[in-house]
């Protein structure tokens, strides 16, 4: 039985700027979310800032400080804006993103990819989640235990290391096949077990395995390279798509760009126990404080977030503030107004006055 939280107890939760445009669309994320929690009868939300970036560097002299760190440990969940990791000094390029995701064990990223009406998308019918396994694969970042998955045994060799574990895809299958019972109970596994048997063979092997526990979810499979074409070709056959994690990045910006701009693309990053709101696009330095910067992704995100907590802790008024985020952002766009990227003429700050004010329709 659902274990339902009827009290009104403020949700904490984190909140990181980031780099570039990051402080622009965190800052439109957080006004909607304030509004759809305060509609859904919940207290305010009791924000936790903490820095990463540039502004960690100038600060603490790291763009990952161990202040952060040890605030997330503490944290249940938080929004992270994009990071320009790329920009840091050649000594701290570190992603904070990947690190924050490693540290803390959050292995499943769900990526949803949904044609709005209203947008112009390359696939109109495209309705779908990518289920990506988030600590294994070929990221040389995160799947080792300690030091990089790439190495050089020579300045004309480099080679990189894949790791599958049985557990790793286990607990990743689970998240798929739940989530594809919430949707149309279907899961395609996606690997390329015809030139990589033994890794991407036991991420397949081990979904169908798990797959037993969940008779009334179709599952099949198909290799990546073919999944990239019937993704252009017909993206309105899939449901919940799963796979490793490098598959599943390139997957997910090819979904998102189908289903109108990756400016639209949101992602949660989760744990059994920790989730965090991060948009899949990055920083986009060269728009900062222009005002121009589309907010969707991460306040979709956002949603994503109320909603795990929501289902986590049984608490409905959650689910009904994430569910009110995402009907006033559809009900936006299908209203034609947008941002530059999108073909609108709408700033961050107008578009996201316009959610705020559709949060509180029913």
Known sequence: MERVNTTKASVRLGV????????EVVAATRV??????????????DWVPLRIGHDAIAEFGHPLPEQTLAALDELDAWILGPHDNASYPADMRVAPGGAIRKRLGLYANIRPAVAFPGVRATAADIDL???????????ADRNMFAGSGEFKPTEDVAMAVAVITRQACERIAHQ???????RRKRVTVVH????????????????????????????????????????????????????????GDILSDLAGELSGSLGMA??????????MAQAVHGAAPGLAGHNRANPVALQLSAAMLLRWLGVRDGN???????????????????????????????????????????????
């Open 16 to 23: 990181i700027d980031g780099d570039g445009i990051g402080p």
């Open 32 to 45: 909607v979310v304030d509004e759809a929690v305060g509609a859904a009868g919940l207290d305010p939300v």
């Open 129 to 139: 989640v990518i289920v990506r396994e988030n600590s294994e694969g070929f990221y």
């Open 176 to 182: 798929a096949l739940r989530l594809a019972r919430e």
């Open 192 to 247: 390329k077990a015809n030139v990589l048997p033994m890794t991407t063979g036991l991420f397949r092997d081990v979904c169908y395995e798990i797959a037993g526990q969940y008779p009334d979810v179709r599952v099949d499979d198909a290799h990546v390279d073919a999944m990239a074409a019937h993704l252009v070709r017909a993206p309105g056959e899939f449901d919940v798509i799963v796979t490793e994690n490098l598959f």
């Open 266 to 275: 949101p992602s949660l990053n989760c744990s059994d126990t920790k989730a």
């Open 316 to 362: 409905r008024a959650l689910n009904a503030a994430a569910d009110r985020i995402s009907g006033a952002v559809a009900a936006t766009l299908a209203a034609g107004i947008a941002t530059a990227d999108l073909g609108g003429l709408a700033s961050t700050s107008e578009f996201t006055e316009q959610v705020a004010a559709r949060v509180h329709r029913r």
